[in-house]
């Protein structure tokens, strides 16, 4: 929360651990996704379209690990960027009050191509259709608020497979990715084996890496290598040493994917999040595993280079 937080959003409580996760993802143009639930007598919402999301589970460290692993589980979405929006309120079949922590996140993609494990299908809808659909008065109250204080519910809608980058046209925030390089004494760079499960990548090799949230660049490097992979690195000890600006696919959010180079740091790389990362390696720059992120390589070929700049995906 700060100060350009829109007040009609409700804070974050502070004294009571909550159980739920919801996510409203937006397509930045003023349509919202929906999920359609299955018609099954005793679940939450029967038939009803609905916001993605789910119950917190023993493994969650947060509420955000909780929306991302429904997410994931579900659709099979990795959303880069999901602040807190609203603390809602629903009603269970036995009428008590439950509180659902609403996170906000961005994502212009094709729901046809997602993997649904649960539900009937997903899809799009602007505000002025949803008066219309079988949905809970409060759902529907809070997209209405979201649109009524977003910029997007007043931008024309672009094809979702129009390029991203347009000298003069509406502003598309860029997302920031943080990246570890790390060499060996024998001049190797640790690289990460994605789960075979992960919505980006799987079964594939990248660096240690994570998106910024709350938090500057360097403390974002400084957590996720502690989180990810049990390594201690002080701020003081890291050096920006290579720059990826991205369009992952054609329509896709534009990322500014940062590479930090720390030159010292404490401890061995231990697999800490298993649902991310199976494994980590030493790989020769010469010599790299495959299959490897697209942009991990061109980065690691631009510091070999001693370039500190690469572009991919806007032609």
């Known amino acids: 929360m700060n100060e350009k937080t829109p007040q009609l959003f409700s804070a974050l409580p502070t004294g009571r651990r909550q159980a739920n996760a919801s996510a409203l993802i937006h397509d930045g143009a003023g349509a919202y996704l929906l999920h359609l639930r299955d018609e099954v007598?005793?679940?939450?919402?029967?038939?009803?379209?609905?916001?993605l999301g789910g119950g917190r589970e023993p493994g969650d460290r947060s509420l955000e690990e909780t929306v991302r692993r429904e997410l994931r589980e579900e659709a099979g979405l990795d959303i880069p960027d999901l602040v807190p929006?609203?603390?809602?309120?629903?009603?269970?079949?036995?009428?008590?009050?439950?509180p659902i922590q609403i996170f906000a996140g961005q994502w212009n993609g094709d729901p046809a191509t997602l993997p649904l494990t649960e539900g009937v299908m997903l899809h799009w809808f602007r505000p002025d259709v949803m008066p219309r659909l079988r949905m809970a008065p409060t759902t529907l109250d809070l997209i209405r608020r979201h649109a009524?204080?977003?910029?997007?519910?007043?931008?024309?809608?672009?094809?979702?497979?129009a390029r991203v980058a347009t000298a003069g046209r509406n502003t598309v925030l860029n997302g920031i990715g943080v990246h570890l390089y790390l060499e060996n004494a024998d001049g190797e760079v640790l690289l990460g084996l994605r789960h075979p499960d992960s919505a980006y990548a799987g079964s594939t090799w990248h660096f240690l890496a994570g998106h910024c949230e709350q938090e500057s660049a360097l403390s974002c490097l400084v957590r996720e290598a502690e989180e990810e992979a049990g390594l201690l690195i002080e701020p003081g000890d890291v050096e920006l040493v290579h720059v990826v600006h991205l369009v992952d696919s054609p329509g896709g959010r534009p990322l500014m994917q940062v590479v930090f180079?720390?030159?010292?740091?404490?401890g061995t790389p231990a697999v800490r999040e298993p649902d991310k990362c199976t494994g980590w390696g030493?790989?020769?720059?010469?010599?790299?595993?495959?299959?490897?992120?697209?942009?991990?390589?061109?980065?690691?070929?631009?510091?070999r280079a001693g370039r500190l700049y690469t572009e991919m995906g806007w032609s």
């Open 85 to 98: 929006l609203a603390v809602e309120k629903a009603r269970s079949s036995d009428g008590t009050a439950v």
């Open 41 to 51: 007598p005793g679940i939450w919402e029967p038939g009803s379209w609905s916001l």
């Open 282 to 303: 030493w790989w020769h720059p010469a010599r790299l595993p495959a299959p490897i992120v697209p942009y991990t390589w061109a980065a690691i070929e631009g510091i």
């Open 148 to 161: 009524e204080t977003s910029s997007a519910a007043h931008r024309t809608p672009r094809p979702r497979t």
């Open 261 to 266: 180079r720390a030159r010292e740091w404490s």
